[in-house]
């Protein structure tokens, strides 16, 4: 992909891209994938000049993010757009009793989209929602999980996104012996550098 000078990426979702995050820090990006794919873009020719913009937010829904997309993201006028969103909907519906259906939650996230094609020029890379069960009760959670997977895969052709199959390369890293999740759900380091290889892979080569 080429890109302006100074260009924006914006990367949302929630605990896993926030990463701990100095939220009163515009420029910081938490200790997770995003500082290592920044680590790994500031030493490439093609990328080093590229703003990178964390707006991950600890426990954030699908919801949650298309309430704040105007804010902290179309007014950025990004030039790419990272979301990794999902899990969450999944875990709430479990633990809380916060409910989102497939069906409402395919159609927030086609809306999300559509206002961030036709409100920015950004271009798209969805990252699947991933669980790597840790705790026997997680299990329960694949279902609804891989429903809004395939949610997302679709969203990705209808909108000419790029994939990164977050869940299957988790896993199979796990199934290799490598701890990628400290609970199922949140990245070791490991597993966060696993992602941002991936993701720099995908989108850059």
């Not at 790419?80 to 395919?106: A, C, K, P, Q």
């Amino acid at each position: 992909m080429d890109f302006a000078k100074g260009a924006k990426v914006v990367f949302l979702g929630d605990s896993v891209t926030d990463a701990a995050r100095d939220r009163w820090d515009d420029a910081d990006l938490g200790w997770g994938y995003v500082r290592f794919i920044a680590q790994e873009l500031a030493t490439r020719p093609d990328a080093h000049t590229l703003t990178i913009v964390n707006r991950g937010i600890d426990g954030n829904r699908l919801v949650d993010l298309a309430g704040r997309l105007r804010r902290d993201c179309l007014a950025l006028h990004p030039a790419l757009v990272s979301i990794l969103i999902g899990i969450n909907d999944v875990w709430w519906s479990f633990e809380s009793g916060r409910h989102t259906s497939s069906d409402n939650f395919g159609q927030l996230f086609k809306r999300v989209l559509t206002q961030v094609t036709t409100k920015t020029e950004a271009k798209l890379v969805l990252l699947e929602p991933f669980l790597v069960p840790a705790e026997e009760y997680q299990w329960a959670w694949r279902a609804e999980l891989d429903a809004r997977i395939e949610i997302i895969r679709k969203a990705a052709q209808d909108f000419g996104a790029i994939l990164i199959p977050a869940d299957s390369i988790m896993n199979a890293a796990e199934d290799e012996g490598e701890s990628t999740t400290l609970d199922g759900v949140h990245p070791t380091e490991y597993g966060h550098k696993l992602l941002a290889r991936s993701w720099v892979s995908a989108v850059f080569g």
